[in-house]
T-cell receptor, first 113, second 118 residues
């Protein structure tokens, strides 16, 4: 158990819909990262937050947005969903000072029909 | 931009034998970190081992060791005494630091699927 909690574990929805994925980082970790894992793209970095502020942005679509709340949990919002958004979405957290190792949650598997 | 290359889409090994999973990287940074993660069929990402660019010794964690060859920019994972439970996807990753804002993230390779045969 990495200590990172993600909900829901599975989600099935239709094209055009909107979903919210939730992540609670490990106790004491200030950084939260979101990654998307699809079959053809591998693990792609989406966005990072540190103590409530956006720190880095990767290949995140404009239809996607994220935020980190004062209690450090984070949400990834996916809107106007398309079939190609079907993927495993990971949240990860990192200690303030360490090797840079990320601790991953179990992921949220999104299926868009 | 930094890049991680894993050239073996799939590997097979007999139980109790050792196996090497290849990883090469490309970076112009002097300070960097290399990681290996395991992803079993259940989907979670499990951290295995870390190697810092300034570490003189190859990293080891139990049955896992990292064969770090800095001049060749390779960071191969060696699994000794393979077990059936080692069957999984294995990802090599590198820490990438941004010059702006001091942020850093992990950049992943495409992965290698390891199958351990009884």
């Amino acid at each position: 158990d990495s200590g990172v909690t993600q909900t829901p574990k599975h989600l099935i929805t239709a094209t055009g819909q909107r979903v919210t994925l939730r992540c609670s980082p490990r106790s004491g970790d200030l950084s939260v990262y979101w990654y998307q894992q699809s079959l053809d793209q591998g693990l792609q970095f989406l966005i990072q937050y540190y103590n409530g502020e956006e720190r880095a942005k990767g290949n995140i679509l404009e239809r996607f947005s994220a935020q980190q709340f004062p209690d450090l949990h984070s949400e990834l919002n996916l809107s106007s969903l398309e079939l190609g958004d079907s993927a495993l979405y990971f949240c990860a957290s990192k200690e303030r000072v360490n090797t840079g190792e990320l601790f991953f949650g179990e992921g949220s598997r999104l299926t868009v029909l | 931009a930094q890049k991680i290359t894993q050239t073996q889409p799939g590997m097979f090994v007999q139980e109790k034998e050792a196996v090497t999973l290849d990883c090469t990287y490309d970076t112009s940074d002097q300070s960097y970190g290399l990681f290996w993660y395991k992803q079993p069929s259940s989907g979670e990402m499990i951290f295995l081992i870390y190697q810092g660019s300034y570490d003189e010794q190859n990293a080891t964690e139990g049955r896992y060791s990292l064969n770090f060859q800095k001049a060749r920019k390779s960071a191969n994972l060696v699994i000794s005494a393979s077990q059936l439970g080692d069957s999984a996807m294995y990802f090599c990753a590198m820490r990438e630091r941004s010059l702006q804002g001091g942020s850093e993230k992990l950049v992943f390779g495409k992965g290698t699927k390891l199958t351990v045969n009884p």
